[in-house]
Each structure stands twice: as structure tokens, then as C-alpha cells.
């Protein structure tokens, strides 16, 4: 498959997920345990209050506290900010639907932010300084690696958390 025909199938994956609603493991034909396939409609969306009001998450694989694989979606409304943070691990991230905007840096600066369209990658290593945004509609993105997953953010008083 060449990279058109990758990108139009990350796109279709894109669009399924986006319209989803609780992963689920099943047990394949023949026995498989911990075999995991998820349907648009088994993706169970629940607020992610450490990344922001309006921000929502569904955690398909693992669970991102332990030393332990996980895969989890993130979808961000249109037009949101996550401040400039860090992650304790590496991050891994594939942008499923609509433009992801991603700077690196200690500053949130949205000329240094690069466009991420769908089907797009980007790695980061532990304690690199980054910031997001979105711009004029949502986002999904694929997340994964091994936990512990976390976020710090810089300047402490943009924490979600701080800001209620």
C-alpha cells in the first residue's frame, strides 16, 4: 500500500472512531485471550479533567497509571490550548482526525508549532517541553506507550486543575 493509500485508511479509521462511544476485550474464535478489537461504537468516552474541561478520553488497551502498555484516544474540542508541559515517558502519538498543532519548547508560541494532519506521527522523548492547540475544529489522536502516563505542566497556574 503507498502512502496515499495509507493516509485514506488512516483518515477512514479517523472517521469511525471520531463518531465512537467502552472498549471491550474479547475472546477471539479461537481462544485468544486478551485479544483486542474495538468497534466505533464500543469506544466509551469519559472526561480527561488533567488535560482540560471539554477534553475527552477512552483508554483501549491497559491502563495508563501502570508500567504497563496502554492505548487511549484523545479527542479535543475545537479551538483548545494545552499549555506548555512534559510527559515522564515517552509519548507516542498519531493524529487520527483534523489538524494537530505541536510545538517543543518552554515557551507556547504558535509560530514554532508544527501541522499535524491525520495520519500523521510524533514521538517525544521523557521531559521534552511541549504545548498543543487545536484550530477551528476537533481533534482525535491515538495515544501510546508504557505507562506511567502523566502530564506536568510549567507553569503550574495553567494546570486544568488550578483553573477550576
Known sequence: MGKKGILVALSALAIMLAGGALAQTHEGEKGMPGHVMV????????????????????????????????????????????????????????????????????????????TLPPGSVALMPPGVAMFAYTEGEESVIQLHGTGPWGITYLNPEESPAVKK
Open 39 to 114: 468497534t466505533p461504537e464500543q469506544v466509551q468516552w469519559s472526561d480527561a479533567p488533567s488535560i482540560g474541561p471539554g477534553v475527552k478520553i477512552a483508554v483501549l488497551e491497559g491502563t495508563m497509571k501502570d508500567e504497563s502498555p496502554f492505548t487511549a484516544l484523545i479527542k479535543f474540542p475545537a479551538d483548545f490550548k494545552v499549555p506548555v508541559h512534559t510527559h515522564p515517558v515517552t509519548e507516542r502519538v498519531t493524529v487520527l482526525s483534523g489538524n494537530f498543532y505541536l510545538g517543543i519548547g518552554d515557551e507556547f508560541d504558535r509560530a514554532k508549532a508544527e
